[in-house]
């Protein structure tokens, strides 16, 4: 279950540009990726949709825990920290397909439950 704060869930809707996901691999070595097909579910939990992972699926599917980083238009900075999950059916994927552009393949719906929250340095949750 997502424990997403409301000033987030508030900041999401006034993003700017791409969000930053970041994993880590089984070696604790991070890697990041911008992501411009994303989506906030009602609970507070992000999805980002899998067009061109290779080094996030593998971590993903290796139990990497993951943060999201993304900015607002005032440029204020929100991170959020969570487990992902990588969903190849259902109704969650079946919506990313919905919203991702029809130009990129939608291998999979990556979904951030988040556990913690930050604006900056101050703590959310």
Not at 32 to 40: E, F, G, Q
Not at 94 to 112: I, Q, R
Request: with cysteine.
């Amino acid at each position: 279950m997502s424990t997403t704060p409301n000033a987030v869930i508030s900041a999401w809707s006034e993003r700017k540009g791409p969000l930053i996901l970041t994993t880590v691999d089984t070696n604790g070595t991070p890697n990041s990726i911008y992501a411009t097909c994303t989506k906030m579910l009602d609970d507070g939990s992000i999805v980002v949709a899998d067009n061109y992972f290779k080094k996030t699926q593998e971590n993903i599917l290796a139990g990497s825990k993951g943060s999201i980083l993304f900015i607002t238009n005032d440029g204020k900075a929100y991170q959020v920290k969570g487990k992902i999950e990588y969903i190849k059916e259902g109704p969650i994927f079946d919506d990313m397909k919905s919203w991702n552009p029809a130009k990129h393949p939608g291998h999979a719906a990556a979904v951030l439950r988040v556990e913690e929250a930050y604006s900056g340095a101050e703590k959310l949750s």
